[in-house]
């Protein structure tokens, strides 16, 4: 029993720091936002409400593994100093439980063997939400690095396009000047106007393609979202069941008690 223990301690402790990495990665996440423009400032608003969330989130999942911790190392010292003050008795007091009949032994081992079921399925649905962090965590910082990538080929592609343009003036007002008398200035006009207007029909294509992407990126956050609030319902009904089982046996262990 105190090797089983033992293990859960150590599957606890992994389990935290952890968790305590993802916080710091997300710490670091929230510095890269912090360095966006003005004109996403609503994203990233958002961005930091999913955080926010996500950290207290952690925040009671490291404070329940710390209450299980102590749990189980104050029952394993209960337990070896009954083991060392207590006498085996050749008489086997049975009691009755909501499944079976048992002795007196059995029956906590039975108990002990429940709780150490039930720990390992809550930690096992920590792990799920703890993998379901990471990922979103991962998301979050690639989709910063891409939207930084994205901001930065757009604002070079109008650069350029600005710059082509002004070249284009000053083409169309040296052609103006040097053949004024041999072409039609309407019709110069209205060739520029076109190479303008060919621009302007790409970047706004480029523009609608990057909207395209970032509405697909709020909807996987989404996805995420959703999941986590799945796995934390799942974690306060377990909670509850934990909670329930606890009272039951110790409802159990009184009337021993009594018997005897």
Known sequence: MQLRNSRNRKSVDYQESQLKRCLATQKSVGQIKQKRSLSRDYEIQKS????????????????LKDILKQKDFNKSEQESKELIQSNPSPFKIECRTNNSRCTNCNCKNEIAEDDLILKQEILGHLDKIHQIVQKNDRFLSHRS???LRT????????????GRMKENEQELNQDILRNSKKHNLNYIIEQQQQQISNMKSQLSSQEQMYIEKQQKYEQDIQQLKNQIMQLSNGLEKMKEHFTYNQFKKQDNSNNIHLKK
């Open 48 to 63: 930091h409400v999913s955080t926010n969330h996500t950290n207290k989130k952690a925040s009671e999942i490291i404070k």
């Open 151 to 162: 901001d930065s080929l757009l604002k070079k592609e109008r650069a350029s396009i600005d």
């Open 145 to 147: 690095q891409l939207e």
